[in-house]
Every structure is written in structure tokens, then in C-alpha cells.
């Protein structure tokens, strides 16, 4: 994977920034893209200061124009991109009976409609070269239901199956796309949803009240957990998984 290219979104959050790191320490020169241009710029600094080869490419995944000019950026900057990891995610909880419309429509425009736009644009360029990892960073929810996150679960789902047509249309080029689907993992959008500090030993814990199992293995994952399997499924050593939906969440939905 050295010397290779890779585009990651949701570069400023826990898992997309510990795909940027993980792909860096490999020697991967690394576009780290998120929108919020701020943090993402103290991100790359870190791993910059660190010797990695990460560049900041802010952007809003939502904007197909954006998108595309993005694309273009990073490969006029760094050169063909060969993997891409969809990383970028947003969380709206709320019953359905209150769900906003607006929350519904952002969740889909970033967690869907974003992966589509980024990997249309990438895939396009793959295409004529005949080489190219995706991962799509979806989530367990997407196939469990969840209370008050019927939106992200959703629109995890949409992402997850979406990812798998593209494998099957782009196989032929030589081109896999894969997804990692994490579980609880400690980075901001889950502290999001604790009130209090019995928030981590309650989600591995469990709520009956929620119809949620606990976690067997009886931890959180570490956004470290997650880059390993994208990294493993962007690399040779997966040279022949496609379509594959990786679930990484210490048992807590039972290996379904």
C-alpha cells in the first residue's frame, strides 16, 4: 500500500481520522476530507507533525459540484486515487412520531447521497485505470433496528446496499467495494447519545428497555478497531472480497 493514494470524508471525526492515520503509517499519501475546515485542519497538523503524508481537502460531501471539484483536486494535487473510504456520517435520534423533516433529509444527504456523489466520482476515474479499493463506513444499525435512530439506520442501510451494487457493476474493472460496519465506538457522535457518566458501561452493558443487546466482548470499540478492518479490506491481503459487509462490534448483534 505504499506510495499508494487514498481520498478518506469524515476525515475530522474519530473513525474517519484513525483511517487517515492508519492509511498514513502504511506510507499511503492520504486525502483527509471533511467540511468542517477548522478541525480538520488541526487533524492533519497532528499527523503532519508526525511525519504522515496527509493533505486537508475541506468539502461538503452533500454538493455533487463540490464533489467533483474535489476529485479533481486531489488527483491534479496528489495523483490517481486509489482507494476511497466513505467515512463521513451524521446522527439525528428522535422517535419517527417527532422526527423532523430537515433531520431526516441531513441524515440521507450525508450519509447516503454523500457516499453515492464521492463514489461515482472516484469510481469514474478507476473505471479507465482498472485498479481501486472502497470501503464504506455503514454501521450495525443497518441491519438492527434501533430505537430513535430510525433516520440513521436507514440511511446506513441505503449506504450499505448501494455500495454492494457498485461492487457488482465495477467488478469487471478489477475495482472491489467493501463495508465495515462498526458497532459502539468511542468517539464523539456515541458520547453524543450518554447523559451521564454511566453512558459507556450502559451501552455495553444493554438496554432491555430498548430492545438493544449489550456486548459480549464487553468493551467499546476504539476508532483504531474500525481502521484496522478498512485498512485490511482496502489492502491485497483482501485482493479477493467484494460485496462484503464486515461487522466490527464485539458481538453485540450476534453475528447476524
Not at 475541506?58 to 479533481?72: K, R
Not at 473510504?85 to 451524521?90: H, P
Not at 485490511?232 to 483482501?238: M, V, Y
Request: charged share 20%; net charge negative; with cysteine.
Amino acid at each position: 500500500m505504499e506510495d499508494a493514494i487514498a481520498l478518506v470524508t469524515g476525515a475530522a471525526g474519530g473513525i474517519g481520522a484513525a483511517v487517515v492515520r492508519a492509511l498514513g503509517r502504511r506510507g499511503m499519501r492520504v486525502a483527509a476530507v471533511d467540511r468542517d475546515a477548522g478541525r480538520l485542519d488541526e487533524v492533519v497538523g497532528k499527523m503532519a507533525a508526525d511525519g504522515l503524508s496527509v493533505e486537508a481537502f475541506p468539502a461538503d460531501v452533500t454538493s455533487a459540484a463540490e464533489v467533483e471539484e474535489l476529485v479533481d483536486g486531489v488527483e491534479s494535487a496528489l495523483g490517481p486515487v486509489d482507494h476511497l473510504v466513505n467515512a463521513a456520517g451524521v446522527l439525528r435520534m428522535s422517535p419517527v412520531s417527532q422526527l423532523a423533516d430537515e433531520d431526516w433529509a441531513a441524515t440521507f444527504a450525508v450519509n447516503t447521497t454523500g457516499v453515492m456523489q464521492v463514489s461515482r466520482a472516484v469510481v469514474s476515474r478507476m473505471v479507465p485505470r482498472s485498479r481501486g479499493a472502497i470501503v464504506t463506513v455503514a454501521s450495525n444499525a443497518a441491519g438492527t433496528p434501533r430505537t430513535e435512530m430510525a433516520a440513521y439506520a436507514a440511511s446506513k442501510a441505503a449506504a450499505t446496499m448501494f455500495t454492494k451494487c457498485l461492487a457488482l457493476e465495477v467488478a469487471r474493472h478489477g475495482i472491489r467495494c467493501n463495508v465495515v460496519a462498526p458497532g459502539s465506538t468511542d468517539t464523539a457522535m456515541l458520547r453524543s447519545m450518554w447523559h451521564d457518566e454511566s453512558g459507556p458501561q450502559a451501552t455495553i452493558d444493554g438496554r432491555p428497555d430498548a430492545y438493544k443487546l449489550g456486548i459480549p466482548l464487553g468493551k467499546l470499540a476504539r476508532p483504531a478497531d474500525i481502521a484496522d478492518a478498512v485498512v485490511f479490506l482496502l489492502s491485497e491481503q483482501a485482493g479477493h472480497i467484494t460485496m462484503h459487509d464486515l461487522t466490527v462490534d464485539g458481538g453485540a448483534t450476534l453475528g447476524v
